[in-house]
């Protein structure tokens, strides 16, 4: 376990004062690389780039629409302190997205074979 990832961890527990949640910890496990997620009453959207041990990195999505379709793709950053990387200990907060990848094919026949004014690098489709 890297240091920077036991401070995450304790900083998470230190601020919710909620020490007991660390019996739980083994959970971020379960969330899979790839996947959209969203914080229960919250309006931020992810894009799960995997786990370590005991936390989970987090990249910020965003949304856009292309017709009728929605493609969701990683939002562009200036910083790593825009990641999301804390340990994850109660699932019940989390909602999944149900999306797809998609290659860029699919976005130019989506957009009726021409290329899009802002052309996505990763796209997934919900």
Not at 48 to 57: A, D, E, K, P, Q
Request: charged share 15%; with cysteine; hydrophobic share 45%.
């Amino acid at each position: 376990m890297a240091l920077g990832e036991e401070l995450a961890v304790l900083a998470h527990l230190h601020k919710t004062q909620d020490f007991s949640a660390a019996s739980a910890l083994w959970k971020c496990k379960l969330m899979p690389a790839g996947m959209l997620v969203q914080q229960q009453g919250k309006q931020e959207t992810w894009l799960c780039l995997g786990t370590h041990s005991l936390c989970v990195l987090l990249w910020p999505a965003e949304k856009r629409r292309l017709g009728q379709s929605v493609l969701w793709g990683p939002k562009a950053i200036s910083s790593v302190t825009e990641l999301w990387v804390r340990p994850l200990t109660d699932y019940s907060e989390w909602v999944a997205i149900p999306s797809k990848f998609v290659s860029p094919l699919h976005v130019f026949i989506l957009n009726g074979a021409k290329v899009p004014s802002s052309w996505p690098e990763t796209c997934m489709l919900q």
